[in-house]
């Protein structure tokens, strides 16, 4: 088994990366939470969140709160082992 093998490229970009160190921590997010807490834009934090959920890493729940639109998102017990790989993985590398 080689060194890199636990690295996934689905966290390779920072925002997902991002996505992912908050989800694992809290139980859930919204999107305006996350969105300042990661600096990003309306657009990035939705098509990095998609890929995400296309892996079903995560969960995405739409409701209303009154009349606004909510969504909120959730790490799957599947993104939570697929990124702690990821972070063993990291911390073997830099361990070499």
């Known amino acids: 088994m080689g060194i890199i093998d636990n690295i996934n490229k689905l966290f390779d970009h920072r925002i997902r990366l991002g996505i ?5 921590v809290n ?9 300042e807490l990661l600096g ?3 657009g990035n934090l939705a098509s990095h969140a998609k890929a995400l959920e296309k892996a079903e890493y995560i969960k995405v729940e739409k409701t ?3 009349r606004k639109p909510n969504t909120r998102y959730y790490a799957t017990k599947q993104g ?3 990124f702690k ?3 063993t993985a990291l911390e073997k590398l830099i361990k070499k």
């Open 64 to 66: 209303f709160i009154g």
């Open 20 to 24: 992912m160190s908050i989800l694992v």
């Open 27 to 35: 139980e859930s997010a919204d999107f305006v939470r996350l969105k």
């Open 85 to 87: 790989k990821h972070i």
């Open 40 to 42: 990003v834009t309306d």
């Open 80 to 82: 939570k082992i697929e």
